[in-house]
């Protein structure tokens, strides 16, 4: 075959000059891409080249003048720079550290360890301290709580005490009673937006001039030891409630919500209706 031209792989009467138009007959006529037409005409063995570090994954083909690479993208650093179990690299190594009488240096913590330095001793109690600040505080406040010298306030002597209404909050909103004859007929009203910004998403109902807790409180039995069929008497009156009166209400999304109760710690993740 003459130097300047080549000669198609897959059949014997094609001659082309330059590896452009030999490129664009066997995709055409024999379906052959460009890499496998460079392995055909440049390879010995005809083959795809893996990498060169031995991972056994082919290389990336750069063009049909340019051919493969080497090396795929990070594995060059396999082979050159791996100086751990490269012995003519120790050896230079070692010999430049002799040389330079760096053997005689002082070891970076002079000598000191844990057991002869106090200081030293606290360093590595706190770099190898595997307990997070978390739960350290936490057997803090635990301790102090045992000892008396904490009160923690729960129940009634809490800020945020409502009477024990939580769970019958709960069971009122995710009522599915009270969401038919009071939240959606207000959802139709706002036309299911966002009455401050217009927003379509995780839509709350609010009451906007009576708290829920409030009306909870108005409904509350006197007994406080309630049964489950008491307590849902108790929701029930609170619907009821709603249905009578229909309260004041505002529909929010949970951003809006969220800005509405700022001293109640609401979240927007955490949102509930009220």
């Not at 550290?97 to 106090?118: A, M, Q, V």
């Not at 939580?166 to 207000?186: D, E, M």
Request: charged fraction near 25%; charge should be positive.
């Amino acid at each position: 075959m003459d130097p300047i031209s080549f000669k198609c792989p897959s059949c014997d009467n094609y001659i082309a000059n330059n590896l452009n138009s030999l490129r664009i007959h066997c995709q055409k006529q024999h379906r052959l891409t460009t890499r496998s037409l460079y392995a055909s005409l440049f390879l010995s063995d005809g083959r795809e080249p893996n990498c060169a570090c031995g991972c056994g994954d082919t290389t990336k083909f750069i063009s049909l003048q340019k051919g493969f690479t080497k090396y795929i993208l990070g594995h060059a650093s396999r082979v050159k720079n791996n100086w751990g179990n490269n012995k003519q690299a120790l050896e230079k190594s070692i010999e430049t550290r002799r040389r330079e009488e760096r053997w005689s240096r002082d070891p970076w913590n002079r000598g000191k360890t844990k057991e002869n330095d106090h200081e030293f001793s606290k360093i590595c109690e706190r770099a190898y301290q595997t307990v997070s600040f978390k739960e350290i505080r936490s057997r803090q406040m635990t301790k102090q709580w045992k000892n008396g010298n904490i009160v923690p306030l729960t129940g009634s002597s809490h800020p945020q005490w409502k009477g024990g209404t939580s769970s019958i909050g709960a069971l009122c909103n995710s009522s599915t009673r009270l969401y038919k004859l009071w939240k959606f007929p207000a959802l139709q009203r706002a036309e299911f937006k966002c009455e401050r910004c217009e927003s379509s998403d995780n839509l709350h109902v609010h009451h906007n001039k009576i708290r829920m807790a409030e009306i909870i409180h108005s409904c509350a039995p006197t007994a406080s030891d309630l049964s489950w069929e008491e307590q849902t008497a108790w929701v029930e009156r609170v619907i009821n409630w709603h249905v009578e009166k229909s309260p004041a209400a505002e529909v929010l999304c949970q951003r809006c919500h969220a800005n509405e109760h700022p001293s109640l710690n609401f979240t927007i993740s955490k949102l509930d209706h009220d």
